[in-house]
């Protein structure tokens, strides 16, 4: 157990949907960040939140939002769900200061969607 | 912004081999480069990192290398074993401020016994 919990681990649905995508952060961390992992195109950076505040942004479709609550965890919203959607959504959260050095990135075991 | 390209993308070998894995980065500005294992139906983990401070690092069987230079990183595995089998994932990275790791699209090890 890393300590980054995601929820739900899989979800199947259809497409012009909308699914929320839960992550709780490893203790003490105060940064979270999204990625979509699919088959061609491995390991792709969502975005960042830091202690509440989105912080740096990918490759991140204008129909995907996410936000990160006062007690730190974050949720990602995918709206109207195309096939191509289907993939691992993956959390990872990180100690992060601003200044500090290189970020350890811990990683959850993912929600994996399923857009029919 | 950072490009990070992995290969081979598959890689078979057998059981005491060693295997290699290999890197190369875009940004010059880089400086954090960290190894990640996935296994089947799990997140991946961290497994080693390296700072552009130094050039090589071990623990145990696994050893890393950077090359500034060359802008490329490599993963060495010794004496590899079945449960070795995994995705890798190199990442590369500026440290400071709100950099985000970039990551190579993984090479899947298969260590046959």
């Known amino acids: 157990d890393s300590g980054v919990t995601q929820t739900p681990k899989h979800l199947i649905t259809a497409t012009g949907q909308r699914v929320t995508l839960r992550c709780s952060p490893r203790?003490?961390?105060?940064?979270v960040y999204w990625y979509q992992q699919s088959l061609d195109q491995g390991l792709q950076f969502l975005i960042q939140y830091y202690n509440g505040e989105e912080r740096a942004k990918g490759n991140i479709l204008e129909r995907f939002s996410a936000q990160q609550f006062p007690d730190l965890h974050s949720e990602l919203n995918l709206s109207s769900l195309e096939l191509g959607d289907s993939a691992l959504y993956f959390c990872?959260?990180?100690?992060?200061?601003?200044?500090?050095?290189?970020?350890?990135?811990?990683f959850g075991a993912g929600s994996r969607l399923t857009v029919l | 912004g950072e490009n990070v390209e992995q290969h081979p993308s598959t890689l078979s070998v057998q059981e005491g081999d060693s295997a290699v894995i290999k890197c190369t980065y875009s940004d010059s500005a880089s400086n954090y480069f960290p190894w990640y294992k996935q296994e089947l139906g799990k997140g991946p983990q961290l497994i080693i990192d390296i700072r552009s401070n130094v050039g090589e690092k071990k623990d145990q069987r696994i050893a890393v290398t950077l090359n500034k230079t060359a802008k490329h990183f490599s993963l060495h595995i010794t004496e590899t074993q079945p449960e070795d089998s995994a995705v890798y994932f190199c990442a590369a990275s500026k440290s400071g401020g709100y950099s985000t790791l970039t990551f190579g699209k993984g090479t899947m090890l298969l260590v046959s016994p």
């Open positions: 990872a959260s990180s100690v992060r200061t601003v200044g500090s050095g290189a970020n350890v990135l811990t």
């Open positions: 203790s003490g961390d105060l940064s």
